[in-house]
């Protein structure tokens, strides 16, 4: 378990059609417990742009806010985690991040992405070109510590199990709606654990 001094400040990316205030229970549930929270809201949030574009949002933001030297946590929700592992793993955020958290995100694609034709959505589709070039080399995520957070109750990410990867740690809770991970005491206890895992030193 970290000490409260030596926490990591915890970047909190939202999903689409959101805004940093999807995370006005969590973020102030982590800085209670010691946590320095930091959000940014993504523009635009509707899917109308590429994730990869988003993902270079959350990148400048990384650059102009912390300094160089320090290393951060990064917390994604639903189409905000594939947003963060684009960076992590295309954008140089495998250098910085120490700690990463998705919280129901589609990482094998949605079938519900197919409800919206614009191009973040059709990213986020099972089989996609861009999901299946960031599941090639998803072994990047080892370097770090890596937890996927999921219900198999979610009407969004669908299948449910679409929040699985081969990689890092897996959490199941019994949280029965998509909306309420980031809010019902067992997800947000989940990524209080997360955390304040012991981390990994970068080879």
């Excluded at 990410?157 to 998509?178: D, F, M, Q, T």
């Excluded at 309420?180 to 997800?187: A, F, G, K, V, Y």
Aim: hydrophobic residues 40%; glycine residues 8%.
């Amino acid at each position: 378990m970290s000490n409260v001094g030596d926490r990591n400040p915890v970047l909190l990316i939202h999903g689409i059609d959101d805004t940093a205030e999807v995370f006005s229970t969590m973020a102030p549930y982590l800085r209670v417990q010691g946590w320095k929270t930091h959000g940014l809201n993504l523009t635009p949030n509707n899917g109308d742009v590429g994730l990869d574009q988003l993902a270079q949002q959350v990148a400048d933001y990384v650059t102009q806010t912390f300094p160089a030297h320090q290393p951060i946590d990064l917390v994604g929700f639903s189409m905000g985690g594939i947003i963060s592992r684009y960076y992590v793993q295309r954008l140089g955020g495998i250098d910085r991040v120490q700690r990463f958290v998705t919280i129901s995100s589609p990482h094998q694609g949605t079938w519900m992405a197919y409800l919206r034709p614009n191009t973040g959505a059709c990213q986020m589709r099972r089989g996609s070109p861009f999901m299946t070039a960031l599941n090639r080399d998803v072994d990047m995520l080892q370097k770090l510590h890596f937890t996927s957070i999921w219900t198999p109750l979610d009407l969004m990410i669908v299948p449910a199990e679409s929040s699985r990867l081969p990689v890092g740690k897996e959490v199941v809770v019994n949280v029965p709606a998509h909306a309420w991970m980031l809010t019902h005491n067992r997800s947000l206890q989940a990524v209080c654990n997360a955390l304040t895992v012991p981390v990994l030193l970068h080879v």
